[in-house]
T-cell receptor, first 114, second 117 residues
Framework: AQSVTQPDIHITVSEGASLELRCNYS??????LFWYVQSPGQGLQLLLK??????LVQGIKGFEAEFKRSQSSFNLRKPSVHWSDAAEYFC????????????FGQGTTLQVKP | GAVVSQHPSRVICKSGTSVKIECRSL??????MFWYRQFPKKSLMLMAT?????????EQGVEKDKFLINHASLTLSTLTVTSAHPEDSSFYIC?????????????FGPGTRLTVL
């Protein structure tokens, strides 16, 4: 069965520091992979996605993620965190085919220290 | 970008009453909409997939008679929580697939906070 694991429930980083949020997935083939951010009062916003091709994908707000098939991982990174990045981050996997269903990880809460 | 709205944003009701939540795609047509439930500090759990003009497909363990879904048009899906009880209190989120968008892409509404007293 498909599953997504985000090992870090809560992460605190200082503003300006680099960030890496971990995501591991379980799926029989190469899935579609997504990172979303959820801020209070806002809908989930897509940061980036991986379907195929270049394993390093660039997203919005300066985020990037790297798909590593050998590690079943899709970690999210940002070189310099801003206070406005404090939010809940979700990794999700979507099945191949046309169902559109997404399986979400448990989420990682990012806190940014001034 | 594509916008999905939900109404109401929060609702408080008495136990035993029914509550309807609307999900609208504002600037695109959505052949498929999804309904999720999110518990505090928890992941989003897919409840059902709603296709325009057909019956919704519910995930295992989700009571279809408790959570009625109607997708009457390409821009509107509704979730009705029937005979709500305190354990139905949660944050409900919808998402919509733009039929012209890329594979797997969906857009999320801001969510509806349901509190059942």
């Amino acid at each position: 069965a498909q599953s997504v694991t985000q090992p870090d429930i809560h992460i605190t980083v200082s503003e300006g520091a680099s960030l890496e949020l971990r995501c591991n997935y379980s799926y029989g083939a190469t899935p579609y992979l997504f990172w979303y951010v959820q801020s209070p009062g806002q809908g989930l916003q897509l940061l980036l996605k991986y379907f195929s091709g270049d394993t390093l994908v660039q997203g919005i707000k300066g985020f990037e993620a790297e798909f590593k098939r050998s590690q079943s991982s899709f970690n999210l990174r940002k070189p310099s965190v801003h206070w406005s990045d404090a939010a809940e981050y979700f990794c999700a996997v979507g099945a191949r085919g046309n169902t559109g269903k997404l399986i979400f990880g448990q989420g990682t809460t990012l806190q940014v220290k001034p | 970008g594509a916008v999905v709205s939900q109404h109401p944003s929060r609702v408080i009701c008495k136990s035993g009453t029914s509550v309807k939540i609307e999900c609208r795609s504002l600037d695109f047509q959505a052949t498929t909409m999804f309904w999720y439930r999110q518990f505090p500090k928890k992941s989003l759990m897919l409840m059902a997939t709603s296709n325009e003009g057909s019956k919704a497909t519910y995930e295992q363990g989700v009571e279809k008679d408790k959570f009625l879904i109607n997708h009457a048009s390409l821009t509107l899906s509704t979730l009705t929580v029937t005979s709500a009880h305190p354990e139905d209190s949660s944050f409900y989120i919808c998402s919509a697939r733009d039929r012209l968008a890329g594979v797997g892409e969906q857009f999320f509404g801001p969510g509806t906070r349901l509190t059942v007293l």
